[in-house]
């Protein structure tokens, strides 16, 4: 499997790295009263919900709320992320901004030690079992939660939006928002969004039958809380002794690289390209402003290539497949056809 590239929004690290949104045993049996089993609100909620009077917001501006409440707050929490497969793990976030300057800290709770620092674009992640800092820098990295990966016009096209309740998160009261989509090539979103700021405090990835694919929450949040941008630099220089590794990731387009798409796939816009010369990978990265494909490509190794594959963790589903003397993976939080239509319409030019 291909080594991730730079392009990865911090949402994506999020749901990748930390595994599984885990309630109380009383949290639980209460949820379950009120909802449904995969979240969704039951017929009373449903009459408090119709009895509600607040004008609707569009897709475009529930996103936009969000991102700015990611990108103007200050906060520290715990954030747990889980998978229909059972996965399960979680970290502490502390996320400080003045002005344009945004810094985070992200401390793996569960698995191996892990602390990861992002100063704007540059990300820095402390292994202190192998002492290592890996050093990168992402350019399409975002802000969490990254919600607007793309142009945000084109997400009306392909998701609808509406308010379809309230409800608690991590003690906050949160508007549930429903993000539907219109075709069967991306995933749906149910999204707690913090009521007076807009800040997500917990989203939820379904199926096209509205089954829970995936799940983030905070279990415990503190908002605008002083979070010094100084301590969390000094946090970032490099301990004496340990080895410091570079990204060799390097950006170029995929026409220098001998690669094009025969046709698009709805609603997916290509947004970067890089190449590891060091490991022979190139990923090509595309998204519809709330979901991401990324297409890394190498040369075919019958050793390690044998055969072709689709898998599945969580909202994350990997395609693999031979074309030709090139070996494809295709990975995203996209349904396998949407992966599938990618790897057909990926052609060699040279």
Not at 7 to 30: E, K, Q, S
Not at 125 to 135: A, D, G, Q
Not at 242 to 268: C, H, I, L, Q
Not at 320 to 344: H, N, Y
Request: with cysteine; glycine share 6%; charged share 25%.
């Amino acid at each position: 499997m291909p080594h991730a590239a730079p392009g990865r929004t911090l949402t994506h690290c999020l749901r990748a790295l930390l595994g599984a949104w885990a309630a109380t045993a009383v949290g639980l049996a209460a949820a379950q009263a009120v909802m449904g089993p995969t979240g969704a609100p039951t017929r009373s909620v449903e009459k408090e919900i119709r009895a509600d009077n607040k004008p609707e917001r569009s897709v475009r501006e529930w996103l936009v709320r969000m991102h700015e409440a990611s990108r103007l707050r200050s906060y520290a929490g715990t954030f747990v992320v889980s998978s229909n497969f059972g996965g399960m793990s979680s970290s502490r976030i502390w996320h400080a901004c003045d002005g344009q300057q945004q810094m985070e800290r992200v401390e793996s709770l569960t698995g191996a030690p892990r602390s990861t620092f992002r100063r704007n674009n540059e990300v820095l992640t402390f292994l202190p079992e192998s002492r290592t800092v890996l050093t990168d820098r992402r350019e399409s990295l975002g802000l969490f939660p990254d919600l607007l990966k793309s142009d945000e016009t084109a997400i009306a096209e392909f998701y609808s939006a509406r308010r379809t309740g309230g409800d608690r998160v991590a003690g906050f009261e949160a508007d549930v928002v429903q993000l539907a989509p219109k075709d069967n090539l991306r995933f749906g979103y149910r999204i707690w969004s913090e009521r007076k700021t807009g800040l997500v405090v917990k989203l939820q990835t379904l199926d096209r039958e509205g089954n829970v694919l995936e799940q983030a929450a905070f279990s415990e949040l503190q908002l605008d809380v002083p979070v010094r941008m100084d301590k969390l630099a000094q946090m970032m220089n490099v301990p004496e002794g340990w080895r410091v590794e570079k990204s060799d990731a390097v950006k170029t387009t995929p026409a220098a690289e001998g690669w094009a798409m025969k046709s698009a796939v709805a609603g997916f816009k290509p947004m970067s390209c890089y190449k590891r010369p060091a490991q022979g990978v190139l990923q090509w990265i595309f998204s519809d402003g709330l979901a991401s494909v990324s297409l890394f490509v190498e040369t075919y190794d019958p050793k390690r290539h044998f055969h072709e594959s689709v898998a599945a963790s969580g909202a994350t589903h990997t395609l693999t497949r031979r074309m030709q003397e090139w070996w494809l993976t295709a990975v995203g939080e996209v349904p396998p056809a949407t992966l599938k239509a990618f790897s057909l319409s990926l052609e060699r030019r040279k």
